[in-house]
């Protein structure tokens, strides 16, 4: 068992703006930065970090003890899973359309009559099964940007992701955002850093205690949130 946070394996995916890796191959966003900021206050170096496949990176958090998946959304049926250390930021995972399409949904059981497709292991995935969606509704992909074009070319009528992220990649991607749009709020959830179940509470603590005082720090959240451009679409 890790007796450090030093000891801990930190895993992350590319999930701009919360997590990604820049051209350079330097882990980069808004999470990165608050990870930063906790070594920081603990007065460690910075840690290597891992970026691998979202599937891939849960799998092993969920598997290889001393593991630290971030950035991690809280949400019921993943709480017994991890251990937890709160919050990075709040983020709404929502149901995405082409506008064109004028799906007008109004109620969670509307949006099950349609064919909606999400990341592999993602929240977005997980909240609609727990939403009770039919899984031959459910569409899975590995990579964000093959859900767009699932979406793009017709093959779905929904995808489920976080919000900001979603129309992150759409910008990079060259799509034009105004031809896309929020249709249904699944739920707003927590992201975290989500640590193996078997890490010890101890180590935790700590790190909660740090995460706490980066938080409180007077505009360092808000100004990585401007930084990022972390609105609601």
Request: charged content about 25%; aromatic content about 10%; some cysteine.
């Amino acid at each position: 068992m890790a007796n450090s946070i030093e000891a801990l394996d930190y895993i992350t995916e590319q999930y701009a703006p919360y997590n990604y890796q820049d051209e350079s191959g330097i882990p980069q966003g808004m999470a990165v930065e608050v990870l930063n900021k906790v070594w920081e206050v603990l007065d460690i170096p910075p840690q290597k970090i891992d970026i691998f496949p979202w599937a891939r990176g849960y799998s092993l958090a969920l598997n290889k003890k001393n593991t630290l998946l971030f950035s991690t959304t809280r949400s019921p049926s993943r709480e017994d899973l991890f251990k937890w250390a709160c919050p990075i930021i709040d983020i709404r995972i929502v149901l995405i359309s082409l506008k064109k399409n004028k799906m007008n949904i109004r109620s969670i059981e509307e949006a099950k009559q349609f064919k909606v497709v999400a990341i592999k292991s993602d929240i977005g995935q997980q909240l609609l099964l727990d939403k009770a969606f039919e899984d031959d509704q459910i569409y899975l992909s590995n990579f964000l940007a093959s859900a767009i074009r699932m979406l793009k070319y017709g093959h779905v009528d929904l995808l489920s992701s976080a919000e900001t992220t979603t129309f992150s990649k759409l910008e990079e991607m060259g799509e034009k955002l105004d031809q896309y749009e929020t249709a249904w709020v699944l739920e707003t959830n927590p992201s975290c850093f989500a640590f193996h179940h078997e890490v010890d509470d101890k180590l935790i603590a700590k790190f909660q205690t740090a995460l706490d005082q980066v938080n409180a720090i007077p505009g360092f959240i808000q100004g990585l949130k401007q930084k990022y451009q972390l609105e609601d679409h």
